[in-house]
């Protein structure tokens, strides 16, 4: 059963804290995707990679936020320091470059900042 | 103005009944269009795919696409309370990977 896997599923921190998620893209998909989403701007695009390479990061606050590729199975998003403002439901996608990208989504992880 | 404007709801219907989901946008540049469906505290689930103006049809949904009006929709035929979920429109410029989402319209369908 192909599917995006995200880690934590949950997480609650003290504002200040650095905080770092964890994707696993479905295995031959070359395209990542991290959205954001929260009840008043929906999903927001923050970063994607293709081929691990990040194309495009204008979404992210620069100063805290940092995706990276470390490898074909694994992509993370770390913010640092974390603010209450960055509660939302974070996602990771993956897809196939076909000149259009399906994006397929994982379970997201909830964010909690105190 | 938002690049894809969509009216959140929440829309509350009958078992059986015909569900239309609308979406309009700005830029004349996206080529491609998607409909996504997500259910609570769950991840967005692509449900259709569409390319070019006219109609695309998958069992109880269809997927319409004016390009002239940038007015997208999805019609949902004998709806059924597991259709009960946040429906997305997104979009895509064309030679990009960047999906750009409407807010979502939350629908419930009653038993």
């Known amino acids: 059963d192909a599917r995006v896997t995200q880690t934590p599923r949950h997480k609650v921190t003290e504002m200040g804290q650095e905080v770092t998620m964890r994707c696993q893209p479905i295995l031959g998909h070359n395209t990542v995707f991290w959205y954001r989403q929260t009840m008043m701007q929906g999903l927001e695009l923050l970063a994607y990679f293709r081929n691990r390479a990040p194309l495009d990061d204008s979404g992210m606050p620069k100063d805290r936020f940092s995706a990276e590729m470390p490898d074909a199975t694994l992509a993370t998003l770390k913010i640092q320091p974390s603010e209450p403002r960055d509660s939302a439901v974070y996602f990771c996608a993956s897809g196939i470059d076909r000149g259009r990208t399906e994006a397929f989504f994982g379970q997201g992880t909830r964010l909690t900042v105190v | 103005q938002k690049e894809v404007e969509q009216d959140p709801g929440p829309l509350s219907v009958p078992e059986g009944a015909i569900v239309s989901l609308n979406c309009t946008y700005s830029?004349?540049?996206?080529?491609?269009f998607m409909w996504y469906r997500q259910y609570s505290r769950k991840g967005p689930e692509l449900l259709m795919y569409t390319y070019s103006s006219g109609n695309k049809e998958d069992g109880r949904f269809t997927a319409q696409v004016d390009k002239s009006s940038k007015y997208i929709s999805l019609f949902i035929r004998d709806s059924q309370p597991s259709d009960s979920a946040t429906y997305l429109c997104?979009?895509?410029?064309?030679?990009?990977?960047?999906?750009?989402f409407g807010k979502g319209t939350k629908l419930t369908v009653n038993p």
């Open positions: 830029n004349s540049a996206f080529q491609y």
């Open positions: 997104a979009m895509i410029h064309g030679g990009s990977e960047k999906l750009v």
